[in-house]
C-alpha cells in the first residue's frame, strides 16, 4: 500500500523567500517519489524525481528535494521564489507498482 | 520536446449522453494512462494500458468506462452514460517501457469535461 500526506492546501511566501512544501509518504517497498507542478488550465508537468540514487534531487527551475527515508519525507524547496512559480504542486509516490498514488496538492501563492 | 496532446480541450454533455475524450501519448511510449481530478481534489488514477490491454484499473473504472487504441497514435476514454459526478478534469499520460518497468509519467494538458 502506499500514500501521500502533503501539509498545507495552501502557501504563501514573498517573492525572493524560501519556499518550502511538505510531503510525507508511505510505502510498504523502497518508494519512487515523485513532484509534479500543474500551472492553470495546463496539466501535470514532472519536477523532479527520486528513484533510489542520489537522495538530494535537482529538478527544474531551481527546485530540489531531499529523500529522508527516517522521516518518511520528500519535502520540495527552492531558495528564491519567483512570482512564476505560482502553481499547484503535487507529491507523488510509485511503492512496488507503476501507478503513482498522488497527494491532494498545495497551492503556492507568490506575493511580490 | 515531444508531449502529450488532448482534445477537446473542454467538453459539455448532457447527462445521459457518451462521451469520448481522445488522447495522442508520445509516439516512442507504450504504456498509456487515464486519471481524473474533480475540482478541488486530488488526481486520482482510472487505467493503465499495455500491449492493447488494460493492464490495470481502479474502482473508479467501472463498467461505464472503456479506453481503447483505435489505431496507432490515439488512445480514447469513453463514458456511456455520463453522470453529474463524472465531471472533472481528465488527464491522459504515457511512458516509456524501460528495463525497470514503465518509466516516468508525461502527461497531457487534460480535458475539462462538464456534464450538465
Known amino acids: 500500500a502506499q500514500s501521500v500526506t502533503q501539509l498545507g492546501s495552501h502557501v504563501s511566501v514573498s517573492e525572493g523567500a524560501l519556499v518550502l512544501l511538505r510531503c510525507n509518504y508511505s510505502s510498504s517497498v523502497p518508494p519512487y517519489l515523485f513532484w509534479y507542478v500543474q500551472y492553470p488550465n495546463q496539466g501535470l508537468q514532472l519536477l523532479l524525481k527520486?528513484?533510489?540514487?542520489?537522495?538530494l534531487v535537482k529538478g527544474i527551475n531551481g527546485f530540489e528535494a531531499e529523500f529522508k527515508k527516517s522521516e518518511t519525507s520528500f519535502h520540495l524547496t527552492k531558495p528564491s521564489a519567483h512570482m512564476s512559480d505560482a502553481a499547484e504542486y503535487f507529491c507523488a509516490v510509485e511503492g512496488g507498482s507503476y501507478i503513482p498514488t498522488f497527494g491532494r496538492g498545495t497551492s503556492l501563492i507568490v506575493h511580490p | 520536446e515531444p508531449e502529450v496532446t488532448q482534445t477537446p480541450s473542454h467538453q459539455v454533455t448532457q447527462m445521459g449522453q457518451e462521451v469520448i475524450l481522445r488522447c495522442v501519448p508520445i509516439s516512442n511510449h507504450l504504456y498509456f494512462y487515464w486519471y481524473r481530478q474533480i475540482l478541488g481534489q486530488k488526481v486520482e488514477f482510472l487505467v493503465s494500458?499495455?500491449?492493447?490491454?488494460?493492464?490495470?484499473k481502479s474502482e473508479i473504472f467501472d463498467d461505464q468506462f472503456s479506453v481503447e487504441r483505435p489505431d496507432g497514435s490515439n488512445f480514447t476514454l469513453k463514458i456511456r452514460s455520463t453522470k453529474l459526478e463524472d465531471s472533472a478534469m481528465y488527464f491522459c499520460?504515457?511512458?516509456?517501457?524501460?528495463?525497470?518497468?514503465?518509466?516516468?509519467?508525461?502527461f497531457g494538458p487534460g480535458t475539462r469535461l462538464t456534464v450538465l
Open positions: 527520486y528513484t533510489s540514487a542520489a537522495t
Open positions: 499520460a504515457s511512458s516509456e517501457l524501460t528495463n525497470l518497468g514503465a518509466d516516468t509519467q508525461y
Open positions: 494500458f499495455y500491449n492493447n490491454e488494460i493492464s490495470e
